[in-house]
């Protein structure tokens, strides 16, 4: 463990969290498509919805209000989401993690993702 990382702790964490993990998404040769060219991502309004996910996730801040797994479904009908896919989302997560942050709350971020790309993978019906 790189001991010069700093712990994942705020909400400036989280901002700086989901902004280096999207860069590294919009350049994936695996998912950066399905957000530019299937999605459509508005990045001025998505990045904030999660900057409030991961805050209500991780911190509790409970600013978040959606149903990220009726996009999500909504989404793999038009474009079918595959095991694959969220493989490299997670992976780009835990990378990200581990490049930026330590302790309690970056580890429980990873837990968190893993758990929520296994539910997102049962529900939209990943092969």
Known sequence: MNQHL???NNEEDIVVLVNAFYTKVQKDETIGHIF???AHVDWE???PRMYQFWGSVLL???EYTGNPMQKHIALSQHFPLEHHHFNAWLALWNETIDDLFTG?????????????AEIMRFKV???
């Open 6 to 8: 700093k712990e994942l």
């Open 36 to 38: 530019s060219d299937v």
């Open 45 to 47: 309004k998505h990045l």
């Open 60 to 62: 509790g801040s409970a």
């Open 104 to 116: 309690p709350k970056a580890e429980n971020a990873k837990v968190r993702a893993q758990s929520i």
């Open 125 to 127: 019906g990943a092969k």
